[in-house]
């Protein structure tokens, strides 16, 4: 068999190709960090309660939401043609929780001010973040007196 020029030199180079290939891969980058929870002021409450709120984004909220913190610790949260759902908050020691049908939430506050309110819901399973801006519309609902909270 007769051998062209420079053919040892293709093997070597489709051998170190194909040894590369099977080197593993680089581990990914580690996931960016979770957001921390901002150290949440006693006054927070009175920078969200008695507003109305609307998610702005969220991976599980739908876009539109509103949430309504009324300043008696009635949440009502009303998504885009859906009942609105009546729940409850409250805020003790530093730390938001939301009460929805019986289930306690406890709630980080991410970032707190007049055009923004960021939260991590500790929900079963993966936390929700939640982005909520101002909503157009600041008309606050009322509590129902019968709810299933």
């Not at 979770?34 to 998610?55: L, M, N, Y």
């Not at 007049?114 to 600041?138: C, K, M, T, W, Y």
Request: glycine share 8%.
């Amino acid at each position: 068999m007769r051998r062209h020029p420079g053919s040892a030199y293709v093997l070597a180079a489709l051998f170190a190709l194909s040894l590369a290939a099977c080197k593993p891969a680089a581990p990914p980058d580690a996931a960016a960090p979770a957001a921390t929870p901002a150290a949440a002021s006693a006054d927070a409450p009175s920078q969200f309660a008695g507003k109305v709120w609307e998610v702005k984004e969220s991976a599980t909220v739908e876009k539109g939401t509103t949430y309504a913190f009324l300043a008696d610790g009635h949440l009502v949260i009303d998504g885009p043609g859906g009942t609105p759902l009546q729940a409850q908050w409250k805020f003790d020691g530093g730390q938001l929780t939301i009460i929805e049908e019986g289930q306690v939430y406890p709630t980080d506050i991410l970032k707190l001010d007049a055009g923004e309110f960021r939260i991590r819901s500790h929900n079963p399973g993966e936390p929700v973040e939640v982005l909520l801006v101002p909503a157009a519309d600041q008309t606050l609902p009322t509590a129902q007196a019968n709810t299933s909270i």
